[in-house]
Nanobody
Framework: QVQMVESGGGLVQAGDSLRLSCAASGYAFSSYAMGWFRQAPGKERELVAAIISSGRSRYYPDDSLKARFTIARDNPKNTLYLYMTSLRPEDTAVYSC?????????????????WGQGTQVTVSS
């Protein structure tokens, strides 16, 4: 049974940092590209960051996220991470992890196989 469990969210102040984790089980984690997505109330889900199966290449959809967030993975531990710094109120959202065969499957959201339930991040001003 596939499980993807996010943790590390919470209520923080603007400028703070957080580390999100996604613990995966039930599938070959090290063979899949992974991504972090977020969805704020009333908004569409958006990609935050993606990483290939080996961890050697990362993708961020815009420079602001690239400057403040870092995606990483520990394949022996079957865990995906998102390090977030300089958090802003507009970063408030539910953050979810997802797995797909290749990086473009994550980036396009068309080929994601597995999703976690999400963890809430709230940034106060």
């Amino acid at each position: 049974q596939v499980q993807m469990v996010e943790s590390g969210g919470g209520l923080v102040q603007a400028g703070d940092s957080l580390r999100l984790s996604c613990a995966a089980s039930g599938y070959a984690f090290s063979s899949y590209a992974m991504g972090w997505f977020r969805q704020a109330p009333g908004k569409e889900r958006e990609l935050v960051a993606a990483i290939i199966s080996s961890g050697r290449s990362r993708y961020y959809p815009d420079d602001s996220l690239k400057a403040r967030f870092t995606i990483a993975r520990d394949n022996p531990k079957n865990t995906l991470y998102l390090y977030m710094t300089s958090l802003r109120p507009e970063d408030t959202a539910v953050y979810s992890c997802a797995a797909g065969p290749k990086l473009h499957d994550i980036v396009s959201m068309s080929g994601t196989n597995y999703w976690g339930q999400g963890t809430q991040v709230t940034v106060s001003s």
